[in-house]
T-cell receptor, first 113, second 113 residues
Framework: AQSVTQPDIHITVSEGASLELRCNYS??????LFWYVQSPGQGLQLLLK??????LVQGIKGFEAEFKRSQSSFNLRKPSVHWSDAAEYFC???????????FGTGTRLQVTL | DTEVTQTPKHLVMGMTNKKSLKCEQH?????MYWYKQKAKKPPELMFV???????INESVPSRFSPECPNSSLLNLHLHALQPEDSALYLC????????????FGPGTRLLVL
């Protein structure tokens, strides 16, 4: 069965610093890959997605992610973090095998001023 | 427009009450989903409707009863819930249920007393 790992439960960065959130998946073929963000008590907002093609994808709010097949990774990056980026970030994969979205456990981002 | 709306935003109910959660989308999506999310956890899939038919039930207790009256509406009927059912209930929709991007609503925060 496919699985998604987000190794970092909690990350703290200073405003203006760069950010990288890690995501690794376990699946034989290339799945569909997503990053969502969730502010406290809110729903999930799609940041970006990868289905095929260019392995560097751009998303909203200045985020980007790079798919690396050899490492089974889909890490999320932002060059300069803003205080409003503080939230929970979920990586998710979709595979035809399970016919559903499988979420990682999430990474909570705290931004210090 | 990628909006999914959910009502009510908050709900408090006793264990003997009957209540319903409502979800609506006007994006022409043909797949709709219910998720349950406990604090500090990722969303857990409960039900999937595809073309107004229930396609996935993740072994959810019968005290949760989904309904899809038409392609734009999704309801979740609640009866005889337990305190451990208190959670954020998220609705999502997608073009179809084959890995297309899921768009989430803001959720209903449910408290069972």
């Amino acid at each position: 069965a496919q699985s998604v790992t987000q190794p970092d439960i909690h990350i703290t960065v200073s405003e203006g610093a760069s950010l990288e959130l890690r995501c690794n998946y376990s699946y034989g073929a290339t799945p569909y890959l997503f990053w969502y963000v969730q502010s406290p008590g809110q729903g999930l907002q799609l940041l970006l997605k990868y289905f095929s093609g260019d392995t560097l994808v751009q998303g909203i709010k200045g985020f980007e992610a790079e798919f690396k097949r050899s490492q089974s990774s889909f890490n999320l990056r932002k060059p300069s973090v803003h205080w409003s980026d503080a939230a929970e970030y979920f990586c998710a994969v979709y595979t035809g095998t399970a016919s559903k979205l499988t979420f990682g456990t999430g990474t909570r981002l705290q931004v210090t001023l | 427009d990628t909006e999914v709306t959910q009502t009510p935003k908050h709900l408090v109910m006793g264990m003997t009450n009957k209540k319903s959660l409502k979800c609506e989308q006007h994006m022409g999506h043909r797949a709709m989903y219910w998720y349950k999310q406990k604090a500090k956890k990722p969303p857990e899939l409960m039900f999937v409707y595809s073309y107004e038919k229930l396609s996935i039930n993740e072994s959810v207790p019968s005290r949760f009863s989904p309904e899809c009256p038409n392609s734009s509406l999704l309801n979740l009927h609640l009866h005889a819930l337990q305190p451990e059912d208190s959670a954020l209930y998220l609705c999502a929709s997608s073009q179809a249920d084959r890995g297309e991007t899921q768009y989430f609503g803001p959720g209903t925060r449910l408290l069972v007393l």
